[in-house]
């Protein structure tokens, strides 16, 4: 089921500005190349 961020926000209290802020940086963080690589060994 998809949540919306005022919903994530509410289980973790914290706003949902505050979610959108840490799945913007965990995004940000999979997408760096040294990253990528890990993620896509671990596929293989």
Do not use: C, H, W
């Amino acid at each position: 089921r998809t949540r919306t961020l005022e919903e994530v926000g509410n289980v973790f209290g914290v706003t949902r500005e505050r979610i959108r802020q840490i799945e913007a940086k965990a995004l940000r963080k999979l997408r760096q190349p040294s990253r990528a690589n890990m993620l896509r060994d671990y596929l293989e």
